[in-house]
């Protein structure tokens, strides 16, 4: 059996196997989110803006590793709680949101 699958922009989301990504919670200026690890990305990334933090203009360029460029709406600094240690981060927005691939990227792991 196949799993599931959908679109978003030049993004496959497999339905199924995204249930066994690994998964790290954080919080984001005291809003729950559940990050996906990402070793493969250089940068962190959310599908959807932290609510109350302003958004600013970015002329980040990435690619994803179906190389194609993706695109962003802008960033946000946020303050990021991992299991008790509490550090401020700027974070790259897709552009569109939906997709529920919040990723906690190298950028972060390097810290």
Known sequence: MVPASR???HITII??????T???????NNESRSL???TGAAVSVLTTP???T???PTDATAWGAD???LKFRGEQTVRVNLRGVTFDHTFLIFER????LDLLGMDIMKK
């Open 36 to 38: 996906i690890l990402d």
């Open 67 to 69: 190389g194609y460029p």
């Open 15 to 20: 339905e199924k196997p995204m249930n066994r």
């Open 97 to 100: 949101e939906g997709a529920g």
């Open 50 to 52: 932290v609510r109350g």
């Open 54 to 56: 302003p958004i600013f």
């Open 7 to 9: 679109e978003v922009g």
């Open 22 to 28: 690994l998964r790290i919670n954080a919080t984001l």
